[in-house]
């Protein structure tokens, strides 16, 4: 047992402090912090400063152009990111397509989409869930019929993140009703220009437009766009769930939130105190503080077991739960510490360049209190991990 | 022992319930809620008529009502179905005050209010007092036969719409004392008064004031100088308990809500309903929703006592109504999935409304300071 990084993990920690204190500018950290919106131009800058660097594919290997970092190197980057509100990489294209073609697509299709995910020409987005397909995600229906060499695709996606800013979709379809559910699943990319694709907002609860929906009407997809087998896509899709599973845990995001919450406690005053001398706020601050600091070495238990090769099976579904319900409460402790200023809706203010109307920090703690309600529920819900927990120890 | 509502007060819920659910639906309320105002003066107007804002005052006060219970069979029912008008600080707080000090002449514009002409707003809070009743900044200094106010005032709901601000100053002592306080009747349109207003995010709107060289005359003055605290006590208590009952009513739509899509959305064949770390979790919130309700009767049953008793009963009311208030509220958008975090589904403003009573005159751990203090006297 030694719970020192090695020195080397420790000079690594110190480029990329460096790095990111250079250029993150203070206008990109209030907006990742969520005091202003982040555009798409934001994002893809954020992207290309990555790639410049070489840091952008952090888990691909070098032979596809990337940083081939070992677990322990990727969990220290995402930990220095989140304290320095970095903006967060979009993981569609780069690590959960990227890693399927990597393993299950063809030469040509990896020389021509690999690269242009590296440069930004593509911005992916992940076309899983439908209206009757959440959980259950095996029962989609959105269907792609063979004609000739095309694919016909008809059907709809649903919650389809940053949909609106992708040029390119990855899909589940079904390509045989006639056997078992999930046999008859392909994996298929399709050109979001095609005719017959609409593309409709959702907006959600926090007011922000993050989700769509897509609507597939007689969509002409080339077979070439197939990866791997035809009704093999289950395989994929779960491939990419037990393999890349990155930053689950979140913990550089909690630990960056916890900070967040004490500097509001610093500031509040409270009965004439600041509330950070109020023993009912802070028994609540410092029971997250102890949870995080065993989830923390949890999650680095489990890096390193990966770094030493071996794949996280049930563990990454503890992470997911344990780590989700810890951010949800940072969330909470920051809408708390707010006050009354955690009721204005500050749209104007996030999204022009507006002046807050309280405190800088409290325009953001309603909404992303609200927003990330999500984290229990996408990416396999908290009760479906808890599900593969107990299947999996019990033998099911 | 008697938990039935009165007749009048039966006639009163089944009324509210039935305007509610005809005339105020998701899309209607939708549509306020993006509206520049925030509110719906039809909707005022029509609930004025129904007699709702009578209610709120006994019948020496020119209402029909005024109880405990008048207040919770109301806000119960605006909780229900999410109204965001902002019924609480017109009368409640604007009217509770004027009722408990204003001169005749002041009084006199209660009529007003329960007739749904004039809309008020409680200028109390200050961008750095947060919960705290006591911390008034804002001075009040007599020149000549005029009173100036300065000072700022935060969050203060309704203040775009309201024709008059009841608005709090100190005329002696240091920001924390209790004594010094006074209140003054501020037409919105006076000089040196301005506002930056924006909507709040469960709906309605509020704004940030400015109160530079504001002059009023004597007559503007609610009750005696320096005197105004214990009203404001006793008219945030009656705000607390209605508060309570609306967040009560908005958990009645969650639960409501959850329960039938348990039983309809279908996931691998089933009902989800039927898994049973789902059903399990739906009784917890039937469970405590209960409690809730036996908290909002603890508070209204003992609103007309003194006010130790009083207030160590809607310090634990807020404070249970906090904790079952962010439990339903997350366990039904979870229960729901992906659905729940969109705007236009009902329970994604339920849900705010009922977490964002949490941020009004206290939250749930300060209810909870509340509650030992009260406990220790
Ligand atoms: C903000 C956001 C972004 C998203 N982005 C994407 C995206 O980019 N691409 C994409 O494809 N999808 C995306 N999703 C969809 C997400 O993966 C689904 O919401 C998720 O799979 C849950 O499905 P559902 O919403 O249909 O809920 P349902 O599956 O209907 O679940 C409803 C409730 O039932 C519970 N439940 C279901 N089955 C069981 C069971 N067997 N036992 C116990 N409980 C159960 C669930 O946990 C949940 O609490 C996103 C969702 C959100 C909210």
């Known amino acids: 047992m030694d719970l020192a990084y090695t020195a080397e993990e420790q000079a690594f920690r110190e480029e990329v402090r460096v790095f990111l204190d250079e250029k993150v500018s203070d206008e990109l950290r209030a907006k990742a912090r969520g005091e202003a919106s982040l555009s798409k131009q934001d994002m893809e800058d954020w992207h290309a400063t990555l790639n410049e660097k070489g840091w952008l594919a952090q888990n691909w290997p070098k032979k596809f152009g990337g940083a081939e970092w070992n677990a322990v190197q990727r969990h220290i980057f995402e930990e220095e990111a989140a304290m320095a509100n970095a903006p967060r990489i979009i993981p569609f294209g780069l690590a959960m397509l990227a890693p399927v073609l990597q393993k299950f697509g063809s030469k040509e299709q990896q020389d021509h989409y690999l690269p242009r995910i590296l440069s930004g020409e593509d911005w992916w987005c992940q076309g899983y869930s439908e209206p009757g397909a959440g959980s259950d995600l095996a029962s989609l229906k959105t269907k792609a019929v063979r004609d000739g060499d095309h694919y016909v695709v008809n059907g709809q996606k649903t919650w389809t993140t940053l949909g609106q800013h992708a040029n390119w979709i990855f899909c589940l379809v079904r390509t045989d009703s006639d056997v078992k559910q999930q046999e008859g699943i392909s994996f298929l990319l399709i050109d979001m220009d095609t005719p017959g694709i609409e593309v409709r907002p959702i907006i959600l609860l926090d007011g922000t437009h993050e989700v769509n929906e897509v609507f597939f009407d007689d969509v002409r997809v080339p077979v070439e766009n197939l990866v791997g087998e035809e009704n093999k896509g289950w395989t994929y899709a779960k491939y990419l769930l037990t393999h890349e599973r990155t930053n689950i845990a979140g913990v550089g995001f909690s630990q960056a939130g916890l900070d967040t919450v004490k500097r509001m406690a610093r500031a509040e005053m409270s009965g004439g105190r600041p509330l950070i001398e109020n023993p009912h706020f802070m028994a609540r601050v410092a029971q997250v503080e102890i949870d995080l600091m065993a989830m923390s070495t949890t999650n680095l238990r489990i890096v390193s077991q990966a770094a030493a090769g071996s794949a996280p099976g049930v563990e990454a579904s503890m992470l997911k739960v344990k780590g989700t319900i810890i951010r949800q409460e940072i969330n909470d402790l920051a809408r708390r510490a707010a006050g009354p200023y955690a009721m204005p809706f500050a749209s104007e203010a996030i999204e022009g360049d507006n002046d807050p109307i309280g405190p800088d920090y409290a325009t953001a703690v309603s909404p992303h209190y609200f927003n990330n309600r999500k984290l229990s529920i996408f990416g396999g819900s908290n009760e479906i991990q808890r599900g593969i927990i107990a299947k999996v120890k019990m033998g099911g | ?377």
């Open chain 2, 1 to 377: 022992m008697d938990f039935q509502l009165t007749e009048e007060r039966q006639m009163l819920q089944d009324t509210l319930r039935r305007f509610l659910s005809d005339r105020y639906t998701t899309t209607v309320r939708n549509e306020i809620i993006e509206s520049d105002t925030g509110l719906s003066a039809d909707i005022w107007s029509e609930l004025a008529e129904l007699g709702v804002i009578g209610a709120l005052f006994s019948e020496d006060d020119g209402g029909f009502g005024g109880a405990g219970f008048d207040l919770t069979t109301v806000f119960e029912e605006l909780g229900r179905a999410g109204v965001v008008e902002p019924i609480l600080d017109t009368a409640i707080l604007g009217g509770g005050l004027l009722v408990a000090l204003g001169n005749d002449a002041q009084k006199a514009l209660v009529e007003d209010i329960v007739g749904g002409g004039l809309h008020l707003a409680f200028a109390h809070g200050e961008p750095t007092s947060r919960y705290d009743l006591n911390r008034v900044e804002t001075t009040a200094k007599q020149q000549g036969d005029q009173i100036v106010l300065n000072g700022r005032k935060a969050v203060v709901v309704n203040a775009e719409a309201a024709g008059q601000l009841i608005v709090s100053a100190r005329e002696s002592g240091a920001a924390g004392d209790e004594s010094g306080i006074s209140l003054f009747l501020v037409p919105a349109d006076a000089a040196g008064v301005s506002m930056r207003g924006y909507p709040l995010l469960a709906g309605g709107r509020a704004a940030e004031i400015v109160l530079d060289e504001v002059k009023v005359g004597p007559d503007a003055r609610l009750g005696a100088a320096g005197d105004a605290y214990p009203a404001i006590l006793d008219v945030v208590a009656r705000a607390n308990v209605a508060l309570s009952a609306e967040a009560l009513g908005a958990m009645e739509t969650a639960t409501e809500l959850t329960r039938e899509y348990l039983m309809t959305r279908k996931q691998f064949g089933r009902p989800i309903g039927t898994f049973q770390a789902l059903a399990h979790r739906f009784s917890d919130m039937l469970i405590e929703l209960e409690q809730a309700r036996s908290a909002v009767i603890n508070a209204a049953g003992h609103l007309a006592e003194g006010a130790t008793l009083r207030d160590r009963h809607i310090a634990s009311t807020r404070n249970l109504i906090g904790r079952v208030g962010r439990l339903v509220a997350e366990e039904s958008i979870q229960m729901h999935g992906g659905i729940a975090m969109t705007q236009e589904y009902e329970l994604a403003h339920i849900a705010k409304r009922i977490v964002m009573t949490d941020h009004r005159f206290g939250d749930t751990d300060y209810h909870l300071e509340r509650f030992i203090a009260l406990s220790a006297a």
